[in-house]
């Protein structure tokens, strides 16, 4: 079991920025990929970001690239997605997710969830 705790959601006017913690525990973080997903009202979630941990290999995509940033800190096995340049339309419930190693876009893919940490975004 893998569990997750996200943390650094809130409300920020557009154009600012916002860094968003994910904490994994459990028995089996050691080798690997965390992502970010987010939810929009009545959208489906969809891929935001992710990262090897032992790698460090990272995947964002196309809509967030160049504004948001993955990363990790493995002594604290913490994940984060710094968020810049925030738009309206990045408001949602940010997930963070954890699964194997070759994890990738597809949520699919992952095994374990966190509770979700909600941005908003005013213009």
């Known amino acids: 079991q893998v569990q997750l705790v996200e943390s650094g959601g809130g409300l920020v006017q557009a154009g600012g920025s916002l860094r968003l913690s994910c904490a994994a525990s459990?028995?089996?973080?050691?080798?690997?990929?965390m992502g970010w997903f987010r939810q929009a009202p009545t959208k489906e979630r969809e891929f935001v970001a992710a990262i090897r941990r032992i790698s460090g290999i990272t995947n964002i995509a196309d809509s967030v690239k160049g504004r948001f940033t993955i990363s990790r800190d493995n002594a604290k096995n913490t994940v984060y997605l710094q968020m810049n340049s925030l738009k309206p339309e990045d408001t949602a419930v940010y997930y963070c997710?954890?699964?194997?190693?070759?994890?990738?876009?597809?949520?699919?893919?992952?095994?374990?969830w966190g509770q979700g940490t909600a941005v908003t975004v005013s213009s």
């Open positions: 997710a954890a699964g194997p190693p070759s994890s990738g876009t597809d949520q699919r893919q992952y095994d374990y």
């Open positions: 459990g028995r089996t973080v050691s080798n690997i990929a």
